[in-house]
């Protein structure tokens, strides 16, 4: 099993719909991490948990809900999304919130909002 | 300002030669980490290097190396010996103490390997 998984790996969308992408980390760690990188922007830290708990916030619009149940799963719930929320969306995880801690990115998911 | 800074959009390199991507950072945290990932047309974010600012010697982790100058708070990564897998867009990144931890990453270079 590789270290970060993300499902699903492409998501199409329309603005009503909600739906849920999926992050599993096998790695032992306890922060784990959303990101949106679009095209032509550097990548965005979303939200941060660590050991279950959110630290992090990054002004982000309400028509995203992270959720954290354990520290191996990280899932993004989407709801009447806009068409530029499409993106990438990018998991990583981390031993823990420390700056000499080195984040491991999962395979990240496409989403095209229509 | 930016905190880091990576001024090449696109770089070229022959293959089998050695390629240095440029980064430069600003912080005013003693402590940090710097990192680079590669990411391939595929999407996923490959780790490939980090240097501690405590790091006395300079970071390797196989054709990887990291130039690490602090004073001039510039973290260039060269690959040595580039092959055709390496054409990957490459992301360098920083960690501060006093920022929980947080990352930011730099704009990207994109690298062609060229036959």
């Known amino acids: 099993e590789t270290g970060v998984t993300q499902t699903p790996r492409h998501l199409v969308m329309g603005m009503t719909n909600k739906k849920s992408l999926k992050c599993e980390q096998h790695?032992?760690?306890?922060?784990m991490y959303w990101y949106k990188q679009s095209a032509k922007k550097p990548l965005e830290l979303m939200f941060v948990y660590s050991l279950e708990e959110r630290v992090e916030n990054n002004s982000v619009p309400s028509r995203f809900s992270p959720e954290c149940p354990n520290s191996s799963h990280l899932f993004l719930h989407l709801h009447t999304l806009q068409p530029e929320d499409s993106a990438l969306y990018l998991c990583a995880s981390s031993h823990s919130g420390q700056s000499q801690e080195t984040q491991y990115f999962g395979p990240g998911t496409r989403l095209l909002v229509l | 300002a930016q905190k880091i800074t990576q001024t090449q959009p696109g770089m070229f390199v022959q293959e089998k030669e050695a390629v240095t991507l440029d980064c430069t950072y600003d912080t005013s945290d003693q402590s940090y980490g710097l990192f680079w990932y590669k990411q391939p047309s595929s999407g996923e974010m490959i780790f490939l290097i980090y240097?501690?600012?405590?790091?006395?010697q300079n970071a390797t982790e196989g054709r990887y190396s990291l130039n690490f100058q602090k004073a001039r708070k510039s973290a260039n990564l060269v690959i040595s010996a580039s092959q055709l897998g390496d054409s990957a867009m490459y992301f360098c990144?920083?960690?501060?103490?006093?920022?929980?931890?947080?990352?930011?990453f730099g704009d990207g270079t994109t690298l062609t390997v060229k036959p």
């Open positions: 240097q501690g600012s405590y790091d006395e």
């Open positions: 790695l032992g760690h306890n922060a």
């Open positions: 990144a920083m960690r501060e103490y006093t920022n929980a931890g947080k990352s930011t």
